[in-house]
């Protein structure tokens, strides 16, 4: 997860919303990618598109059934679907998304009727770094301004 929040720092960074990704199989890193939909004009552009994109084009393969996904926040309707079509071993996660969640927060994809595939599912690691971050861009969104560099821990209190 900490490999996932440092895409999400690169991200906030490069002005877009705060969100890290990394692909994992048997132990090693296999891709990296943070949310690029601002920069890219893409609005499928999120960092579990992208990360997914980047291991199956290494693979040479579409289906990543070893892979285990580390994402800085809940996963969204479109990337679960993502997910469940690469047919990933596990997600990880950092913050709940209490709006579109759709691991566990706003919606349970995964109890969809018809899935041909589900996948382990654990939150909550890390997630005050994750959020951290993420409010401090919406904060700054907000307020029009720029914080203090961000730092491990210490969530901003929002």
């Not at 991200?11 to 048997?26: K, N, R, S, T, Y």
């Not at 690469?86 to 018809?114: C, F, H």
């Amino acid at each position: 997860m900490e490999a996932a929040l440092e895409q999400a720092r690169l991200g906030l960074a490069a002005g877009e919303v705060p969100i890290g990704a990394v692909l994992v199989i048997d132990g090693c890193i296999v891709a990296r990618a943070f949310n690029k939909p601002i920069g890219s004009s893409d609005p499928t552009a999120h960092a579990e598109i992208l990360v997914l994109r980047k291991a199956a084009q290494a693979a040479g393969n579409y289906r990543l059934t070893d892979a285990e996904v580390y994402v800085t926040l809940e996963p969204c309707l479109m990337c679960v679907g993502a997910l469940v079509h690469a047919r990933v071993r596990a997600v990880i996660y950092g913050a709940t998304e209490p709006k579109t969640g759709a691991l566990a927060s706003t919606l349970r994809a995964l109890d969809t009727p018809g899935l041909n595939h589900r996948f382990a599912v654990t939150g909550g690691v890390l997630d005050e770094e994750a959020r951290e971050l993420i409010q401090r861009f919406f904060l700054e969104k907000r307020t029009g301004t720029s914080g203090a560099p961000v730092t491990e821990g210490g969530g901003s209190g929002l």
